[in-house]
């Protein structure tokens, strides 16, 4: 779900995680901006920061077990063809309430903020994306961060096939979710 915030949808440095395509397309983007920072014409070393910086906006679940993983392939396998370019990457979550993780335990927290602290996996909390621009996310504290790929997991948003279905021929809550029976099978509006 994007909340509405301008920029996010149609962006070509925006990913979900919602289906298997979109991990693969991930995948691509990650070792693209490898590709493109390690280029021999690439020298400026903030171009190489900006095309590092791994952005991933929100502090639920998914988030967090996707920046772990993504230090974990960062680190274990694109260490091995692009080690010079380590230095220049960067994971940050940017999670709108004041910590990650917030159906869960403090204890569990505590101990995920402690990793991602070891693993310097930058934690922005309090502060939400109020703008997509390109690759450029503008926060509601005023900083703005350049870079390579953005994901975005804040929520699950209907797919538009569901949003299409009429409420005259298929039985829907007020959220707009397909109401069942113990069968799973869609029901109808009842007269």
């Not at 070509?12 to 021999?40: G, M, T, W, Y």
Request: charged letters at 25%; glycine letters at 8%.
């Amino acid at each position: 779900n994007t909340f509405g915030i301008k920029g996010v949808e149609n962006n070509d440095n925006v990913f979900f995680l919602k289906q298997l395509s979109h991990s693969r397309a991930i995948r691509n983007r990650l070792i693209d901006c490898f590709e493109r920072a390690s280029s021999p014409g690439v020298t400026d070393e903030a171009l190489k920061r900006s095309l590092l910086t791994f952005v991933v906006v929100g502090g639920g679940p998914t988030s967090v077990e996707f920046a772990a993983e993504l230090y974990d392939f960062l680190t274990s396998d694109v260490s091995k063809w692009y080690g010079d370019l380590l230095p220049y990457t960067s994971v940050k979550i940017i999670e709108m309430t004041d910590h990650i993780l917030g159906a869960f335990s403090s204890s569990l927290v505590s101990y995920v903020e402690g990793l991602f602290k070891k693993r310097d996996i930058h934690l922005i909390t309090g502060t939400s994306v109020k703008e997509v621009d390109g690759n450029v996310a503008r926060l509601s504290n005023g900083e703005e961060i350049s870079f390579g790929l953005m994901v975005w997991s804040t929520g699950i948003k209907q797919v538009s096939f569901i949003q299409s279905l009429s409420k005259d021929k298929i039985a829907k809550f007020p959220n707009g979710r397909l109401k069942v029976d113990d069968y799973l099978r869609v029901l109808q509006p009842s007269s």
